[in-house]
């Protein structure tokens, strides 16, 4: 069978009037998936990478059919201008379903061979700049991070990032909070609360006093964990508390401000003057999202060298 076959999905027209000019051209029309040896899948992305849903109710059906000895294309259209850093991510979710059915795609090319240099984190050029006492400055960039792709996450994506010499902590997340009021201006007043206060809320410890052993008590209640709580170190397990178990929770009805992490997971902030197992850092939530956070920077060169 030589029949090409398209199959979109389309909410506003775009898919669809791309998928139209495909079908003028190779004079085909729509029918059954598994008729066709040749496939040419369209997809919008929504939003924030999400696939548009006619294809969402689809995956299920989709996931069953066995794409082998099919030679299958896919195009795409997304937000470009909103949300520039998801734009074509549905793409990316359909493709990994036909490739793992042994579909064999084309169009897509090959990175190997290829070499490329990611954009920096802007953080360690503004150093220099504030080394030079340059005093406030601020930069928005793309930064690319070579970490988990999900829901929340992207390896590039845009970045704003400040530093205010002189402030301390307090200051800081007052100048952060008022910054996010301006942005969003039905915003809530937002709530502060340490990170000792947040683990007693949710979790019914101390995190800076807790024997380990409980820790580990409660490590294993999360099923994924189970296996590996006798290996894991006790600042793990706290990172993993929080992630799991408390910052879902955070700011579902008002931004909110977590402040005074442990200092072992801020390599990069000075101690508390009251407690030196905490940091001067905080993180900004709002619906279970952080959405920012920030430190006083440590400037002692002996005591960042002990640390690495």
């Not at 150093?127 to 999900?150: H, M, T, V, Y």
Request: aromatic content about 14%; proline content about 3%.
């Amino acid at each position: 069978m030589k029949s090409i076959g398209i199959f979109f999905g389309s909410d506003t027209g775009n898919t669809a009037a791309i998928a139209k000019k495909i079908q003028e051209k190779i004079d085909t029309s729509q029918e059954n998936i598994e008729k066709y040896n040749k496939l040419i899948f369209g997809i919008p992305t929504w939003y924030y990478g999400e696939p548009q849903c006619d294809w969402e109710d689809f995956f299920p059906t989709l996931q069953k059919i066995n794409f082998s000895e099919k030679i299958v294309a896919i195009f795409g259209c997304g937000d470009q201008e909103d949300y520039s850093e998801y734009f074509c991510d549905a793409m990316g979710i359909l493709n990994k379903i036909l490739v793992k059915n042994n579909a064999h795609i084309v169009g897509q090319h090959s990175t190997m061979g290829y070499k490329f240099e990611a954009s920096k984190a802007p953080e360690h050029h503004m150093k220099r700049l504030l080394a030079f006492k340059f005093g406030g400055i601020f930069q928005i960039c793309k930064s690319f991070r070579n970490s988990e792709i999900s829901q929340y996450h992207n390896p590039e994506f845009t970045m704003l990032e400040w530093y205010r010499p002189n402030y301390d902590m307090f200051a800081l997340m007052n100048e952060v909070d008022n910054f996010l009021h301006k942005i969003i201006s039905k915003l809530k007043k937002s709530h502060f609360i340490s990170y000792r206060q947040i683990f007693l809320k949710y979790i019914g410890i101390d995190p800076f006093q807790e024997r380990i052993q409980k820790i580990r008590k409660i490590i294993k209640k999360i099923t994924i964990f189970n296996c590996k709580a006798h290996s894991i170190s006790r600042d793990e397990m706290l990172q993993i508390l929080f992630e799991y178990k408390i910052s879902p929770n955070l700011g579902k009805k008002f931004p909110i401000f977590v402040y005074h992490f442990p200092i072992l997971q801020s390599s990069m902030s000075t101690t508390y003057s009251k407690n030196k197992k905490i940091a001067e850092r905080f993180e900004l939530y709002y619906r279970g999202i952080e959405l920012a956070n920030g430190c006083c920077e440590l400037i002692d060169a002996e005591e960042q060298y002990k640390r690495f």
